[in-house]
């Protein structure tokens, strides 16, 4: 039974399909404090949080059988996703599910701050009828300035265009295609802020972002500018809006999210050409539903070790390439798990070559599992597909990935070598068209093995009578060998025997059959 815990109100209807998980313990603790989630995280397989749920490396090391962390929305600011990464713990988010809202949201805050909406209904309902003090402005004609073109940006951008606004838009992945087909001027930061008389912000919030608009952005900005924040406090430096707001260059801001949440003694909040929310972008029914359905579906899924998307800390697979690669999956971690155990000493370098038609394809999530395979043999459960690569460089292995579009007389061929600092071994897989997975060569001898169950590896002189004695000593001791394959250099040179066998033989055995004169090494491989 795996347990969930969910540290921040979510959508009950959202969260149903993991309610009625028959294989899914859900605690639902909205609010927890800091030292509560610290203290009970260590029991918990998923951990589903908001935006409130600080997810920080002590509580990652104390949760040492999670395996997933969903959030409930798009920003990840609140979960350190690196400690996540390095402890192997899955970070998924819910991009698609508030999108509208917070879009529907900044518009609501835009027109707002055009036409005092906030204060005015506060001045009325405090007993006052006052017509004078909140003469607004048009959107009509004016120029909105979106810097951060995702998906909330785009969205604004389509109802700006509504309002027979001229939208500039600014963001390092927007083309002139596309700029042009959402009737949006492509511009740079430089010309949003020279031009618009509305600036919204819908970025991340990164080193990049941070204070992407600060006092030289407002010095140069139109006199009566508006600005608005509903992505992440701190893309606008607070204390320059502040100063700006009383100059008189920037004529109101409508915030929805703080530098620090909830805020405190921030001078903004309380300004007369301030309007405010307390985060509530994504606060609609709706959203939350969306957010919470988009997480839980997913959780169940990486619980249930089934492919899932929308994870922040690993690479997205597109489709049409997941259906291509994912075969080779299986094959890549075997190949990993059945080097690691026939190479001697401590690995440096590990290369992997791609041939066929695979070579076409983004191989890196199958490099990730093939690494998985090679590190678990000496790391364990501590391994997995999310933080393997991380994993390998604090161990100062080398990971080379080459391609190669000729087939090798396979339609698809990975060849996995490993040099450590005493050999370099090579394994070779392939998958065959109606006859699944093989092993198709090691080191320089081709073979035809299926990589599954029990493995003797023999590496031994070619002489009469060697297969024979090796068949005696396991039927003596009850081992049954399934299948057998033999390869040799030369007529009487090295050669090696790949035997499946139906059980794992004991330490006796394989020293039995180490003995043997011939015999020049025996490895039990277990995949
Ligand atoms: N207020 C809320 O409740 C609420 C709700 C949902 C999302 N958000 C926030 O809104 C923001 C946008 O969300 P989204 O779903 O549109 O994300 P998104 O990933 O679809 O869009 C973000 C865009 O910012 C762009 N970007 C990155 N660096 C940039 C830079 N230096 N200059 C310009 N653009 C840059 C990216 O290329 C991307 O296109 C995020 O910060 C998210 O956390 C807030
Ligand atoms: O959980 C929330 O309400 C905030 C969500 C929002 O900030 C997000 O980034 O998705």
Redesign the pocket.
Same mark, same amino acid.
């Given at each position: 039974m795996f347990k969930v815990l969910i540290s921040d109100p979510l959508s009950e209807f959202g969260i149903q399909k993991l309610l009625d998980a028959p294989d899914v313990e859900v605690v639902q603790k909205p609010g927890l404090s800091p030292s509560d989630l610290l203290a009970e995280i260590g029991d918990y397989d998923a951990l589903l949080v908001r935006?409130q749920t600080q997810v920080t490396t002590d509580v990652l090391a104390a949760g040492k059988k999670l395996k997933a962390i969903g959030r409930a @929305? /798009? @920003?990840v600011?609140n979960i350190d996703i690196n400690a996540a990464t390095q402890a192997g713990v899955v970070v998924i988010n819910a991009?698609d599910g508030?999108?509208m809202?917070?879009c529907e949201?900044s518009f609501a805050m835009l027109m707002a701050v055009a036409r005092n909406i906030p204060q005015a209904h506060k001045k009325l309902t405090d007993g006052k009828w006052d017509r004078k003090s909140f003469q607004g402005v048009e959107l009509n004609n004016k120029v909105l300035g979106i810097?951060?073109? @995702? =998906?909330?940006?785009?969205e604004v951008a389509k109802r700006a265009k509504a309002f027979n606004m001229t939208v500039i838009g600014?963001?390092?992945?927007?083309t002139e295609e596309r700029a042009q087909k959402l009737g949006v001027i492509h511009g740079s /930061?430089e010309d949003i802020v020279l031009q618009a008389d509305f600036i919204t912000v819908?970025?991340?919030?990164?080193k990049?972002?941070r204070h992407?608009l600060s006092t030289r952005e407002f010095e140069k900005m139109k006199t009566g500018v508006r600005v608005i924040n509903?992505? =992440?406090g701190g893309?606008i430096d607070e204390k320059a809006l502040y100063e700006a707001i009383l100059t008189g260059k920037v004529a109101g801001a409508a915030l929805? /999210?703080f530098e620090v949440e909830p805020p405190v003694d921030n001078p903004l909040i309380g300004l007369p050409q301030v309007v405010v929310t307390p985060?509530?972008?994504?606060?609609t029914l709706e959203?939350q539903e969306n957010v919470a359905i988009d997480v839980s579906e997913e959780i169940i899924k990486i619980l249930r070790d089934e492919p899932f998307k929308n994870a922040v800390n690993l690479p997205s697979i597109p489709a049409h390439v997941m259906e291509k690669v994912q075969p080779y999956f299986v094959l890549g971690e075997k190949l990993g798990h059945f080097i690691a155990q026939v190479t001697v000493g401590s690995i440096q370098d590990v290369t992997i070559a791609y041939s066929g038609e695979l070579a076409e394809f983004d191989t890196a999530p199958l490099t990730r599992t093939i690494l998985k395979g090679i590190l678990s043999f000496h790391l364990g459960e501590e391994v997995n597909y999310v933080n393997a690569p991380h994993l390998a460089k604090t161990r100062d292995i080398h990971v080379t990935e080459q391609k190669s579009s000729s087939n090798k007389g396979f339609t698809n061929l990975i060849t996995v070598s490993l040099k450590t600092n005493q050999q370099t071994r090579l394994v070779a897989g392939t998958l065959l068209n109606g006859y699944g997975a093989r092993i198709v060569k090691i080191d320089d001898f081709a073979i035809d093995v299926a990589p599954n169950g029990h493995l003797l590896y023999v590496h031994h002189n070619d002489r009469p009578g060697v297969i024979g004695r090796v068949g005696t000593i396991l039927g003596t001791n009850d081992v049954n060998i399934a299948t057998m394959q033999v390869g040799r250099r030369d007529v009487g040179g090295d050669a090696i025997m790949m035997l499946t066998i139906d059980k794992a033989v004991t330490a006796e055995i394989l020293d039995t059959l180490g003995e043997m004169s011939e015999i020049k090494s025996v490895t039990q491989i277990d995949l």
């Open positions: 935006s @929305g /798009v @920003g600011d991009p508030n999108t809202s917070t949201h810097i951060g073109m @995702g =998906r909330i940006g785009t600014y963001d390092p992945f927007l /930061v819908h970025t991340p919030l990164i990049e972002t992407i509903c992505a =992440r893309i929805d /999210v985060h509530l972008g994504a606060s959203a």
